[in-house]
């Protein structure tokens, strides 16, 4: 008797289907209070999925636990809503499993950066090719409005009535220190920045991180409103796209110029000499770490990608691993049963 | 396979029907090489055996030192046995550290052999003797043979161009060539051995079989032994034998669960002792289709897990005690999900950390109970090294037909202990059976419960039109949908309970060994089968009524259990526990059982289950544990 064989073969439907964004839509009712920023994150990945070309029963959704962690439910493709922060290791052992499938993770800022960091770190560093959707809108929203690792210092909350005593920590520096070799930011007012930014992490092979900053109105409002709403983005956002100068402003007047190792605006740039260039394929994540220190109000908030590499994923180097063992000789329950030192009795 | 040295006329031999020895030694000076050593051959020769490694819980402890002390016991007979024995016939101890730490457990009159050249005051110091025992009298109760082994091992390596300390090295293959010789065994095993092992390094290879052969020739031309033993091979079942310990007994029985089921197997986990093995053997195995993934910490490596179960694979985690105690709020996640996941729990001595490298059997109340809400999972326990196979194979079998996690409950005396096994043919190992979802038109429901076994349907991904969500909120039993329905949580918990309880169908039944009824029932679990065995046996031969029964199978219990129960009027239960299962056969069958338990980090012995039989039968006043002096020291 030998070792199996892929049993799973005859599961995937190799027809591409025509799907449009009904397709996604299940027949749950969806439970956000009216208003939250979730509700466009939605929308943008409803839109965005039939765009991929991949038939719905191989997409899956795997969350954590949090109001964004809901997700899964109102996507309809095959979801898993696990418990609060393990949606990676899940989803790593998924992908592991079945390569062949597309993976989404969907986590919060408690869920992906508190309880579950150790996982969400992990994930990154071994390049595991799933897309991993961070909505951050700085509060634990399910829990009825504590701080996060994302809260600004001082914040007063439920459970910092006289302000936080801690720093927050930057979702993006965090995967790019942990080598994400896809990292992008974007924000659920920015409907078609979201959706790119949702697309190209999921054509991305590898890890892709996304950060979305989302509004929570019940217990956050207005997290991002400074430079997210409509009507001051292109004044206080700066979109980074490779291989272009970094410009803003009502009429891209404006662009970013290192000094040194440190970002200076340069109000009325006419030309772009000297502005900084943005390299997102940089294998050096220096750059990327000088632009994800840029906040509002000293500099305009950076979205995009901040960094797109190929590297090797861990699911497809396993399977080489098996495949390259295969290929010598598939294994023999008798033999390696009979492995060692055998004596007979007769 | 009998071929034994021609024994020479100078020596009398004598013929015994079982041997214990123990050997002892620094961690440094190789010790459990040499124990599997003659374990190997003693195996080829057609012994029945079993084996007990005792590690130090330090990797470098200082060498010298108590704490550093390592041992290696193996019992051998020509009849059935079924523990490595209790207390050595023979203690080879290589310096005073290991004299100290195991000579309480040496039988009285027991023959001690010692590297006398190591009782030098620097290494009597570091043992804390303050007097030299080879020369105070205090061995007077043994039969002493003190050898100078590392002089003679020095000489039988001069010449040759390798450091003094990796000539030191070769000490023990001398200490095994002499054990080898007083039991009329031939070098071929070790000889094998070694120009395999030693392939690169012809210079090493010939330095230990040079010692080797000093150790042999010692035994054949000194006088210092009169007698030569000979234990004959013992009479077992026909068939090809390999020599397994536990944990790769388990590997290989999860390898032939993914082989008889077809799926492929995924291993999640966190190194830990004494589970660590099992992902080093799984790992070597990719030519089997097996993907191995060390996890950065335990809840990762379930979580893994229960993610290749879901895409539906074997999806498999293992761990010791600590490891189980971070998994449980994942495991509950496979309960609710109902998904079939096996998590392996090697347990290991105490709380905490507790003692990493000794054995007990306190993780059973973990597995049953260790989960917030009312969660049930199967469990089941091997009863030795080998049964490990047969029981990885039973916990997905159970797993896949009743959609549903298996605890799979082993402990560090199975995992590293190790026995003759005879290998199985593959058509005599059960079935497993499994099927994905049938496709289907309109809503599916992941909850849909197959009538007998209420098992769900098994929905993976890349299945069309089963598209499902599923996760640890409360589940609709009608329609797979989140629900805080009063009647739906109160159906949906009894359903999981009553999926588990269902399993009691598909198991075999409590076997008793004895009497079908009479004076007492000695019940075990786990790792103690040797011992309580083996005590019921004696027991039974001194004419008393006693009979023994292993549960093999702890949640269901077998559906006879409580029919075996009455037939006896007292009912024991020794395990390494404070009274786990004692509690659960109490509270489930309201037996008056009587509880014999300890909690040393050491397996039972045989006299001692013997003793308490003997209390709860009246013939003798109570029976308190008698703790060997080492168990103290050694424990680390
Ligand atoms: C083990 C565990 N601890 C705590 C909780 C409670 N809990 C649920 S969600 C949450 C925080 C969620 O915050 P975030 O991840 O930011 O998600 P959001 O609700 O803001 O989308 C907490 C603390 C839990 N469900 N499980
Ligand atoms: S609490 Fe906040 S994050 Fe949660 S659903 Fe309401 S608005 Fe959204
Ligand atoms: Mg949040």
Redesign the pocket.
Known sequence: MTAPTVPNDGLISADLPVLTRKDFVTDQEVRWCPGCG?YSILAQMQKMLPELGIARENIVFIS??????RFPYYVNTYGFHS???RAPTIATGLKTARPELTVFVI??????L??GGNHLLHAMRRNVDLNIIL???R?????KG?Y?PTSEFGKITKSSPYGTTERPLNPIRIALAAGATFVARSVDRDTKHLEEMLYRAAKHRGVSFVEVY?N?NIFNDGAFAAFAEKEVRAERMVYLEHGKPLRFGKNNEHGIRLNGFTPEVVENAESDEGLLVHDAHAENITLANILVGMDYPEFPVPVGVFRDVDAPTFDQLVQQQVDEAIAKGRGSLEEVLRSGETWVVE | MTTETQLKSEHSVEELERVTIRFAGDSGDGMQLTGTQFTRTAAVFGNDLATLPDFPAEIRAPAGSLPGVSGFQISFASTEIYTPGDRPDVLVAMNPAALKTNLGDLKPGGLLIVDKDEFEPTNLKKAAYDTNPLEDGSLAGYQVVPISITRQNELALEGLPLSAKDKFRCRNFYALGLILWLYGRTLDTTIKWATEQFKRRPDILEANLRALRAGYNFGETTELFRVQYRVPPAKVPPGTYRHISGNEATALGFVAASVLSGLPLFYGSYPITPASDILHELSKLKNFGIKTFQAEDEIAAIGAAIGAAYGGHLGLTGTSGPGLALKS?ALNLAVMTELPIVVIDVQRAGPSTGMPTKTEQADLLQAMFGRNGDSYVAIVAPCTPSDCFIMAIEAFRIALKHMVPVVFLSDGYLGNGSEPWRIPDISELPRIEWKYADPQEGKFNPYLRDPKTLARPWAVPGQKGLEHRIGGLEKSGETGDISYDPRNHHEMTLARKAKVDRIVDDIPPLEVIGPEEGDLLVLGWGGTYGSITSACENARKRGLSVASAHLRYLNPFPANLGDVLKRYRKVLIPELNTGQLALLIRGRFLVDAIGFNKISGQPFKIAEIEGKIDEVLGLRDEYVLEFTRSAGVSGG
């Open positions: 979730d954590g636990i949090g109001c964004s962690s418990i609060h922060g986590t919060g800022d408690g869920d992906g508190s309880i909505f951050n809108n509060i634990y929203g399910l829990t504590q996060s989302q929570c | 709020e």
